[in-house]
């Protein structure tokens, strides 16, 4: 079965640092990734996403990039974190119709 | 542009009362739709979908939506509800016209609370 994995769970970052978290996909060939941030445990923005090995998509302007190194692996990262980066950021993989998601990284930028 | 809408913020009902919680969509085309939950500091998990078929989609923990067309909406039912159901309800919504790498759509979340 597939499973989808993120890390850190939690991670508290001053403004101004840099910022990498990590999504990886098991059980499945050439998903489709997406980063999502939700802010105030309520709707979703959808960050970017990925079709395949170096294909990013953004999908707003922000602070923020993403890189897919290998076809299970995905990758959110930033240079210099703002305070507005604060949020609960998912991953998730999808094949046809359906999304699964991962169980997420809280950001708190200070 | 596709785009779904969930009225409601927040829906309070009582333990063993029949709950609904209220989506309604817009697209170009026909529509796939969703539901997911999401429980605190959790990623949303999936419930149910519809792609075609039969208008009454059952899915996860007693949970059913369905499909009206000309209502464009996809409502989530359950006939008695349970407290360990309170949780964040996502609908979402994608164009079966386009290609599966393009986006699903989802509501802004309707929080579902059930007291005991």
């Known amino acids: 079965s597939q499973t989808i994995h993120q890390w850190p769970a939690t991670l508290v970052q001053p403004v101004g640092s840099p910022l990498s978290l990590e999504c990886t996909v098991e059980?499945?060939?050439?998903?489709?990734l997406y980063w999502y941030r939700q802010a105030a445990g309520r709707g979703l923005q959808l960050l970017f996403y990925s079709v395949g090995i170096g294909q990013i998509s953004s999908e707003v302007p922000q602070n923020l990039s993403a890189s897919r190194p290998q076809d299970r692996q995905f990758i959110l990262s930033s240079k210099k974190l703002l305070l507005s980066d604060s949020g609960f950021y998912l991953c998730a993989w999808s094949v046809e119709n359906e999304q699964y998601f991962g169980p997420g990284t809280r950001l708190t930028v200070t | 542009a596709q785009s779904v809408a969930q009225p409601e913020d927040q829906v309070n009902v009582a333990e063993g009362n029949p709950l609904t919680v209220k989506c309604t969509y817009s697209v170009s085309g026909n529509p796939y739709l969703f539901w997911y939950v999401q429980y605190p500091n959790r990623g949303l998990q999936f419930l149910l979908k519809?792609?075609?078929?039969?208008?009454l989609v059952k899915g996860s923990y007693g949970f059913e939506a369905e499909f009206n067309k000309s209502q464009t909406s996809f409502h989530l039912k359950k006939p008695s509800a349970l407290v360990s159901d309170s949780a964040l309800y996502f609908c979402?919504?994608?164009?079966?016209?386009?290609?599966?790498?393009?986006?699903?759509?989802f509501g802004s979340g309707t929080r579902l609370s059930i007291r005991p």
């Open positions: 519809y792609i075609t078929g039969d208008n």
């Open positions: 059980g499945t060939s050439n998903p489709n």
């Open positions: 979402a919504v994608r164009d079966r016209r386009s290609s599966s790498a393009s986006k699903i759509i």
